[in-house]
């Protein structure tokens, strides 16, 4: 049995960096990717600038130690990303005691497909 996740999209927020107190770093990113919207008959349609309508989601991805340094310095809202993980559910008591549920990518890999809108990213790892 497999659990593998492959998505490639544009990340619609800044990468939040940590470091959790065992010292393994984590870095989590937002990838959006979108897909045809379609009406009630299952069909896609036009929106109003004449162009087939979408139908964005919005994947939480985790990712660990030196993926986590190289996404956490290189990424930026707006880049093209293609990451390749396993989808992870958690479950949690919330402050009212109220069942609480979630679902996140943990990420093996992320290739950068675009470049990092803004800055100077000389040092930057080669995009393949």
Not at 62 to 69: E, H, M, S
Not at 96 to 125: H, M, T, W
């Amino acid at each position: 049995m497999t659990n593998l996740v492959i998505l490639t999209g544009r990340i619609a927020r800044d990468p939040e960096a940590r470091e959790t107190q065992g010292g393994t770093s984590v870095t989590g990113i937002t990838v959006v990717t979108d897909r045809p919207a379609r009406d009630k008959d299952g069909k896609t349609y036009k929106d109003e600038s004449g162009y087939t309508a979408k139908d964005s989601e919005f994947h939480r991805v985790t990712c660990f130690n030196g993926l986590a340094k190289t996404v956490g310095q290189y990424c930026s809202k707006g880049q093209l990303v293609s990451v390749q993980g396993r989808v992870h559910y958690t479950q949690w008591e919330d402050q009212d005691g109220i069942k609480r549920y979630g679902c996140e990518i943990l990420a093996d890999k992320v290739d950068f497909l675009s470049r990092a809108s803004g800055g100077d990213n000389q040092d930057a790892p080669p995009i393949d």
